[in-house]
């Protein structure tokens, strides 16, 4: 298990961009895939973008926001970032970092992102 600080969610109006770090001051963090999920009010918990270790770096996208938000990992600052741009009120929703290492899996407290006029 390692801990998981999440910062940067807010309101933006649609359209806008918001952008989400989350911090795990974990030694063995460059071995983590890193990802981020969200829940919305009576849905279940989905992917959002996932980022695998180096040396490959591979991501991955839910569908929903394909080509709207871009995840990316500094290893040295321990810390993975979701750039979300071109936000819909439908990205409203508490936004969970995930650290993944070997079948143990770690979630922060959450933070929530409201897109609304």
């Known amino acids: 298990q390692v801990q998981l600080v999440e910062s940067g969610g807010g309101l933006v109006q649609p359209g806008g961009s918001l952008r989400l770090s989350c911090k795990a001051p974990?030694?063995?963090?460059?071995?983590?895939?890193m990802g981020w999920y969200r829940q919305a009010p009576g849905l279940q918990r989905e992917l959002v973008a996932q980022i695998t270790p180096l040396p490959l770096k591979t991501t991955t996208y839910g569908e929903s926001v394909k080509g709207r938000f871009t995840i990316s990992r500094n290893d040295m600052k321990r810390t993975v970032d979701l750039q979300m741009d071109s936000l819909k009120p439908d990205d409203t929703a508490v936004y969970y970092c995930n650290a993944f290492l070997r079948g143990s899996t770690s979630w922060g407290q959450g933070t929530q992102v409201t897109v609304s006029s």
């Open positions: 974990s030694p063995y963090f460059n071995m983590f895939t």
